[in-house]
């Protein structure tokens, strides 16, 4: 197998007839930062902290006792917390630094909830709500939404409608329209969230080859994505790269024709056509 990251990550969601480890997944995004590190050794300190739950729970098989003791091992024991003070740092998203540090940010907390509380005979799943990254848990046929950066706090619906006050689009929203943002997230949508996080986060820090290499990564996950396609040109510009940006930039608006900033980017594309002419 390649050991380029993005070759590996197209390599292990492009195989739908294997399991798809989420924590799996995440590691080979941190490879993108940090190529040497061993991602088997990072998946047995998953395991090993699952063993613990399953040790705990020898005597019991109720999901929510079971729940209860993942939440004691990770948050009081293990000592995962949210990174309130440095919430934009890029370690919080890359899973070796997050386990090493023992602070991330909502998607990369709930990754590692996710994963060891599988291992842990839990049925846990992603939910990409808007802004703030949750967990899915079915607890003896209830659903309880649970926060990862909130020490694994199980969360009513009133307390998600009000993190949706922030959003003028989403705001007041009815409980049928609450229930589609809480849907389970496939671990392709997890991961090109996360990858689409760090792109942000780079490119506003001005790392604008590190911004490429993660839009391209999530790209690589999932190619039909038109914001990471237009965001990908908009780099390519930055870049000076502008025969590339014009072909993204242009099969963005192939592909969201109507997409709000349609006429800022057709400008932009008359005004590479000019500065790519300027090469020949």
């Given at each position: 197998?390649?050991?380029?990251?993005?070759?590996?990550?197209?390599?292990?969601?492009?195989?739908?007839e294997?399991?798809?480890?989420?924590?799996r997944?995440?590691?080979?995004?941190?490879?993108?930062?940090?190529p040497?590190?061993?991602?088997?050794?990072?998946?047995?300190?998953l395991?090993?902290?699952?063993?613990?739950?399953?040790?705990?729970?020898?005597?019991?098989?109720?999901?929510r006792?079971?729940?209860?003791?993942?939440?004691?091992?990770?948050f009081?024991?293990?000592?995962?917390?949210?990174?309130?003070?440095?919430?934009?740092?890029?370690?919080?998203?890359?899973?070796?630094?997050?386990?090493?540090?023992?602070?991330?940010?909502?998607?990369?907390?709930?990754?590692?909830?996710?994963?060891?509380?599988?291992?842990?005979?839990?049925?846990?799943?992603?939910?990409?709500?808007?802004?703030?990254?949750?967990?899915?848990?079915?607890?003896?046929g209830?659903?309880?939404?649970?926060?990862?950066?909130?020490?694994g706090?199980?969360?009513?619906?009133?307390?998600?409608?009000?993190?949706?006050?922030?959003?003028?689009?989403?705001?007041?929203?009815?409980?049928?329209?609450?229930?589609?943002?809480?849907?389970?997230?496939?671990?392709e949508?997890?991961?090109?969230?996360?990858?689409?996080n760090?792109?942000?986060?780079?490119?506003?820090?001005?790392?604008?080859?590190?911004?490429?290499?993660?839009?391209?990564?999530?790209?690589?996950?999932?190619?039909?994505?038109?914001?990471?396609?237009?965001n990908?040109?908009?780099?390519?510009?930055?870049?000076?790269?502008?025969?590339?940006?014009?072909n993204?930039?242009?099969?963005?608006?192939?592909?969201?024709?109507?997409?709000?900033?349609?006429?800022?980017?057709?400008?932009?594309?008359?005004?590479?056509?000019?500065?790519?002419?300027?090469?020949?």
């Amino acid at each position: 197998m390649s050991n380029n990251p993005c070759d590996q990550l197209r390599k292990i969601v492009g195989q739908p007839e294997a399991p798809l480890s989420l924590a799996r997944g995440a590691l080979q995004i941190a490879r993108l930062e940090y190529p040497d590190l061993p991602v088997e050794a990072y998946l047995d300190q998953l395991q090993i902290l699952a063993e613990t739950v399953n040790r705990r729970c020898a005597k019991t098989s109720g999901a929510r006792a079971r729940l209860q003791q993942l939440n004691h091992v990770l948050f009081h024991e293990f000592g995962l917390a949210p990174n309130s003070d440095n919430y934009y740092d890029t370690d919080n998203s890359y899973l070796n630094r997050v386990l090493d540090e023992r602070t991330g940010i909502p998607i990369s907390l709930s990754v590692i909830y996710i994963e060891t509380g599988r291992l842990a005979g839990l049925d846990l799943e992603g939910v990409s709500f808007p802004g703030h990254f949750l967990v899915r848990a079915n607890l003896d046929g209830q659903t309880a939404i649970i926060d990862a950066f909130a020490h694994g706090s199980q969360l009513d619906d009133a307390t998600l409608a009000a993190e949706l006050k922030h959003n003028p689009a989403l705001r007041g929203l009815n409980a049928p329209g609450l229930a589609r943002l809480l849907a389970p997230a496939s671990i392709e949508e997890i991961l090109t969230r996360m990858l689409r996080n760090l792109g942000a986060i780079l490119l506003q820090a001005g790392a604008l080859e590190k911004a490429l290499t993660h839009t391209e990564a999530s790209l690589a996950i999932d190619p039909g994505q038109p914001l990471e396609i237009r965001n990908r040109g908009l780099i390519f510009e930055k870049l000076e790269c502008f025969n590339s940006a014009l072909n993204d930039l242009t099969a963005y608006l192939q592909t969201a024709p109507a997409a709000e900033d349609a006429p800022a980017m057709q400008q932009k594309i008359i005004e590479l056509q000019k500065k790519a002419a300027q090469l020949h």
